[in-house]
């Protein structure tokens, strides 16, 4: 009988995504893993059977968390204008205040493009990303807030990759000026 686990799952996974989305999949070893969890290699390996393990679940806390809540504020966005814009600046603040990182989502999907895993959780948020954009500017269509020739799922498509290219842009080292200027312009494609 094995001795019961002395630390916390969620926690650990918690470590474990800060891990790889500031230092990528490859970059991360398995030495860094158990350093930056605080076990032994041996528990690593029992709880999450492996570094990919480990990764898809880090991937689907991000994906969980940081999608959920734009999701949840672009549902509870009364004005979607504003709130886009809102949400959109606060990733640009969050690229300037810390560039490395840049979005676990973005790196994802560029280093582990081979990992069909991988890919599937990418498309599956990036595809209630879109969903969320689109059902918000339906009601904001509804209301009058853009133009009624306008195609909320076309707009939710186009904002969708807008988001990410940010992303891009932001970890590049994009400056201020650079980064709001094409927020401002993404958003005229609501006019």
Known sequence: MGRPRT?????AVDRAMKLFWRQGFEATSTEDLVEGLGITRGSLYKAFGSKEQLYAMALRRYCQHHAAALIEMLDRAEQVRPAIRAALL??????LADPVPGCLLVNAATERS???DTVQQVSRTMGQIESALAGALERARVR???AADKEPREL???LTTFL???RVMGK???DRAFLENSVEVAL????
């Open 7 to 11: 630390f916390d799952i969620d926690a």
């Open 90 to 95: 606060e990733l640009v603040e969050t690229d």
């Open 114 to 116: 081979a990992h069909p």
């Open 144 to 146: 009058g807030d853009i």
């Open 156 to 158: 939710a498509q186009f």
């Open 164 to 166: 990410q290219g940010l």
């Open 172 to 174: 590049a080292r994009a």
């Open 188 to 191: 005229g494609a609501l006019d």
